[in-house]
């Protein structure tokens, strides 16, 4: 057997983790990835001296996860899978700066993050290899890391020609906080105060991912009620955070009206979750073991009532929006990714949806409420700004949609937080979510001692940022804005 | 055109009135109202603290390091630790943000803003502020763009964030301050015109939040210059943004 199947916050024994040569998990990691299986973890975890390398590949369609592993010799060097997969493109760049252990031909073998425990300290963030162009009326544009809006911080290197940009480079790490090793260190005493703040506009993903992986280990299944609390809540944070972008769309676009209606609307959503959690974020909502705050009914009235309003509003603004011609000739056509390069750059989410491509955790591997209540996968073709915009405005309809269905059957088990046990030894889980920006996966491998000793985390960041560089090239440097926020990636959640 | 009408006349007016008046309701978690007297020193409150913001002798919580999520009053027996929906808890002062439940919201709130004369005078009707983000979530940026929507709107009291730190009156930083962003906040601070204030919002910037003691950290930066505003918060909220500006420029 070279690969254990497994489910979505369903734990495993590393003991029954089948162990390979590097050469062999390689071949096994290429040959699966041709018949469609996917990365969605690829992590070292020093051994002794050496270190075993851990795959997770996931069948979507038969919502299953395959994890394998390899051990890794002295040699410190293996050849890359990148050429042969290149989902596996930044996952090997992440795993060669965690480890020092060189994918022999990888092309672009540069840093992710830069991480305080990095393995070469040689390698700076001064010394990044940006390209160069050269060549007549070539210039280079450097921007960041403080940019000009209230935002997080990165540097952007835009390589133009005129005014068309060949090529974006996107250098990150200027928000590394240490979060993997600050979760080993201190998980049972801010563990989900730590997944609250791992991208502070994605409270609920994350802090639903670390709490399933944590119950999953414990073997607790919490109430439904308690399910349905945090699935309300996921959807909420992703059409607060839509309707948002809309807005700042519109505003990229000079279209102010949109800018004002769609900010204000954003207010009444977030408004809401605070009238249930004290927080318009959501903060304080999940703990390990179920949530912390329960509706009443007259939560259950208000969330209604509001979320009526927001429903209404949205689809004045949106249908004024979307066919307004001067809106549209700006989103039409901009920032294109075809859908085979959003496949083979492995994006996800509603930035891969706009381009095509079918995958949504809450459908292809379902978590606490998700099982019963799928979420119908949409996607669109043209993977433009359009597309990527308009793919927010189908979705907020449908979180609230989902929102109302929940509303209405909302299960009345108890408790609200269940007690948890002590976790297992030497055991590993792969929880999922999906997050607005798309797919969230939290790995946490327990010791001997029934203690977590690795925690790795993706956010869909991650993938994405290389396709927001991708869909600038040969567009207008001005049109970046554009296409940034209607990515709207998290550097938190890429630096860690 | 139709539609854009009838859109706006949907929206009426957005805009909060009096920013100084508004409240947010419960369950909101402003200043905490402590009281040690109730207290049975049984230390749940402090084995759940994710921050180590509440000490013991007296009963005291430093909204410095606190992150606002309520496990503390939720696991105390004795209800001696609850929160209030007040929301103006900025201060000027590092040592004013440990609160023990001697002081009530109004008491809390009349010492906890030292209007200074200078700033007044050359803030008091214009404050450019440059935003630096040094390792924030994402949290407290969103707030802080808030502040500036329909609803907050605090561009009518000629307060906003400026694109160049060149055009500022002082640097606002949200985040833990990351040892790979401290250089670029450095050079920030620098490229800012004097006079200029620095402000710190939300628990990461003030103590490093559930980041602090982290290796990837540098805070050096708030040992060299001096803190004019502490806006406590995780994240911030806008009232608690618009009404400590507003009070510290005097008005």
Request: proline fraction near 5%; glycine fraction near 10%; aromatic fraction near 8%.
């Amino acid at each position: 057997m070279k690969w254990i199947y497994t489910k979505n916050n369903r734990p495993v024994r590393l003991a029954d983790i089948p162990e390979m040569t590097m050469d062999e998990l390689r071949a096994q990691i290429v040959g699966r990835c041709r018949e469609g299986r996917r990365v969605v973890a690829f992590f070292g975890m020093p051994n002794g001296r050496t270190e075993t390398v851990y795959a997770v590949l996931a069948d979507d369609e038969a919502n299953r996860l395959y994890i394998s592993s390899g051990a890794m010799g002295r040699e410190r060097r293996y050849q890359a899978i990148t050429p042969e997969a290149p989902r596996f493109h930044i996952f090997e760049r992440e795993f060669y700066e965690d480890t020092g252990i060189t994918p022999e031909g990888h092309p672009w073998l540069k840093g992710v993050r830069y991480g305080h425990d990095r393995a070469d300290h040689e390698k700076t963030m001064e010394s990044y290899p940006f390209f160069t162009m050269k060549g007549e009326e070539v210039h280079e544009v450097a921007v960041g890391p403080v940019h000009a809006g209230v935002i997080e911080p990165g540097h952007f290197r835009f390589m133009c020609q005129g005014e068309d940009v060949h090529h974006l480079e996107i250098q990150l790490g200027y928000q590394h906080r240490g979060v993997e090793r600050l979760m080993v260190e201190r998980y049972d005493r801010s563990g989900i105060h730590l997944a609250e703040s791992i991208a502070g506009d994605t409270v609920i993903g994350h802090a639903t991912a670390y709490a399933d992986a944590i119950e999953a280990l414990s073997n607790v299944e919490i109430s439904r009620r308690a399910q349905a609390i945090r699935a309300i809540a996921l959807e909420m944070e992703r059409a607060a955070i839509h309707i948002g972008d809309l807005g700042a769309i519109a505003n990229d676009v000079a279209y102010l009206l949109g800018n004002a209606v769609f900010g204000v609307t954003r207010t009444l959503v977030i408004n809401t979750l605070l009238s249930l959690t004290g927080s318009r974020f959501g903060r304080g909502l999940v703990r390990e073991g179920g949530v912390a705050f329960d509706f009443k009914p007259d939560h259950v009235r208000e969330f209604k009532e509001k979320l009526t309003k927001v429903s209404r509003d949205v689809e004045l603004m949106g249908e004024a929006m979307f066919e307004m011609a001067s809106v549209l000739s700006r989103l039409d056509h901009t920032g294109t990714v075809d859908f085979e390069a959003a496949t083979k750059m492995g994006l996800v989410g509603p930035a891969g949806r706009a381009s095509g491509v079918s995958l949504d955790v809450r459908a292809d591997h379902p978590f606490g409420i998700y099982r019963f209540y799928p979420v119908h996968k949409r996607t669109m073709l043209s993977g433009d700004v359009f597309a990527r915009s308009y793919m927010r405005y189908i979705e907020i309809k449908q979180s609230i949609e989902f929102i109302f269905e929940q509303l209405d059957g909302l299960p009345d088990d108890k408790p609200l937080i269940s007690p948890l046990h002590k976790l297992p030894s030497d055991s590993l889980v792969v929880s999922m979510t999906e997050g607005w920006r798309g797919e969230i996966v939290h790995c946490a491998v327990t010791g001997k001692k029934g203690k977590i000793v690795r925690y790795k985390i993706k956010d869909p960041s991650l993938q994405n940022w290389y396709g927001l560089a991708y869909a600038l090239r040969g567009n207008g440097i001005s049109d970046f804005p554009l296409c940034n926020k209607s990515f709207n990636l998290s550097y938190c959640g890429n630096d860690l | 055109m139709i539609n854009t009408l009838k859109i706006r006349k949907n929206q009426g007016e957005q805009a909060i009135p009096d920013v100084t008046r508004a409240e947010i309701r419960p369950p909101f978690r402003g200043l905490p109202a402590v009281d040690g007297s109730k207290c049975g020193r049984c230390d749940a409150c402090r084995e759940v603290c994710p921050v180590g913001a509440i000490s013991a002798r007296p009963l005291a919580i430093d909204l410095g390091k606190c992150v606002f999520c309520g496990d503390c009053a939720r696991e105390c027996p004795e209800k001696s630790i609850t929160f209030s929906t007040f929301h103006k808890i900025a201060s000027t002062s590092r040592d004013y943000l440990v609160v023990d439940g001697a002081k009530n919201a109004e008491e809390y709130l009349s010492g906890a803003i030292e209007a200074r004369q200078e700033i007044k005078r050359l803030f008091g009707a214009s404050f450019k502020l440059r935003q630096v983000s040094a390792a924030g979530c994402n949290g407290c940026e969103w707030e802080l763009n808030a502040c500036g929507n329909p609803n907050f709107d605090m561009g009518r009291f000629g307060i906003e964030f400026v694109a160049s730190p060149r055009h500022a009156d002082g640097i606002l930083i949200t985040g833990p301050i990351s040892e790979n962003m401290a250089p670029a906040l450095e050079d920030a601070y620098m490229c800012t015109p004097d006079p200029k204030v620095v402000i710190l919002a939300g628990s990461c910037a003030i103590s490093g939040g559930v980041f602090q003691g982290s290796a990837a950290l540098n805070r050096e930066f708030l040992d060299k210059h001096h803190i004019d505003l502490y806006i406590p918060g995780c994240p911030v909220h806008p009232l608690t943004v618009v009404n400590g500006l507003l009070k510290f420029m005097g008005r």
